[in-house]
């Protein structure tokens, strides 16, 4: 329990309540009184029944499916406990919405995660606190502090529980060259090997596997990843490293299951014998798929928060 300084509150959107209570019993403290509505025609509201003048506020939302409704709950959070004379403000963001739009693939395109990002410092917040950006950069696209936690220390603990540390039959596999960095520390850690999927994608939310890069033949492959959108890229890897590749069985993990469209379909009737995701976005409601396994991650949060309020370095949460 935290019992110094300015009072730590801690408060939730709709898009994520479940998360929002699992960070407040790891900290014991209760989660803020708060409503979050819509008015007959779609706006958002905010009601705020309790003080927060002078205090240390966080304001928990994933920019999820309704992204735009969430995002804008989200803004009018922080725009209410700005002017509630909150001490501090920090916009804790498990799953950051628009950051696949991070630069300008062709001409004319916006760059929608440095617009979120504009709007959010407009909106109050002081700091940002979220995991496993889609790209890196995006923290320079804020001109407030950002921590943004790593959800891999999570799976580590996963797989090495499942398979072992310095398992020779187990190869771990970026599913793209972006991703390559991403994958390489995690096979680092669990001292496996690392493989690349080469693949080309003709348009949004297609792609085509080319080529394997590295020895997976006879191996067990786990596929890592930022997040699983349609799951189009993820099952055509895992088709590619059991089809090209002659893996023997494919597992995979991503921070953020966004599952959009036939997604969940399409993990269900792959190759892959498991997908585990951390719990920054909620199931979708009724969703029945066997393969998907969710690991939580309120505990890192819960630290990550505790840290912040406590003006300590976050550092320790990367190692």
């Known amino acids: 329990m935290i019992a110094h300084g300015k009072n730590l509150k801690i408060f939730s959107g709709n898009a994520n309540q479940p998360f929002a209570e699992a960070i407040c019993r790891e900290l014991g403290l209760p989660l803020g009184n708060l409503e979050v509505g819509r008015f007959s025609d779609g706006e958002s509201f905010v009601s705020i029944y309790e003080s927060v003048r002078g205090s240390d506020v966080f304001v928990i939302q994933s920019t999820c499916t309704p992204v735009n409704d969430n995002l804008m709950e989200l803004l009018v959070m922080i725009d209410a406990f700005k002017r509630a004379s909150a001490g501090r403000i920090?916009?804790?963001?498990?799953?950051?919405?628009?950051a696949r739009q991070d630069r300008k693939a062709k001409p004319r395109d916006p760059i929608s995660a440095k617009l979120v990002a504009n709007i959010l410092t407009r909106a109050g917040a002081d700091r940002v606190l979220t995991m496993d950006l889609h790209a890196s950069q995006i923290q320079g696209f804020f001109d407030i502090p950002v921590d943004n936690l790593l959800g891999s220390p999570l799976f580590i603990q996963h797989f090495s529980d499942r398979f072992g540390i310095d398992d020779d039959n187990t190869v771990i596999v970026s599913p793209d060259v972006g991703s390559v960095a991403r994958a390489r520390a995690f096979a680092q850690k669990l001292?496996?090997?690392l493989a690349i999927v080469d693949k080309r994608r003709p348009r949004a939310n297609a792609c085509e596997?080319?080529?394997?890069?590295?020895?997976?033949r006879g191996k067990r492959a786990i596929l890592l990843d930022d997040m699983v959108d349609t799951g189009g890229s993820l099952c055509n890897a895992a088709q590619a490293l059991v089809e090209v590749g002659g893996v023997t069985e494919v597992?995979?993990?991503?921070?953020h299951g966004v599952l959009s469209g036939p997604a969940i379909e399409r993990i269900q009737n792959s190759v892959l014998k498991e997908v585990v995701f951390l719990d920054t976005i909620p199931p979708r409601p009724g969703m029945n798929c066997g393969k998907i396994k969710y690991i939580s991650a309120a505990s890192m949060f819960a630290e990550a928060i505790e840290y912040i309020y406590e003006e300590v370095s976050v550092s320790r949460l990367f190692l």
């Open 90 to 98: 920090t916009a804790v963001i498990p799953y950051f919405g628009y």
């Open 191 to 193: 001292g496996m090997n």
């Open 209 to 216: 596997v080319m080529n394997i890069i590295g020895d997976v």
């Open 251 to 255: 597992y995979a993990c991503a921070s």
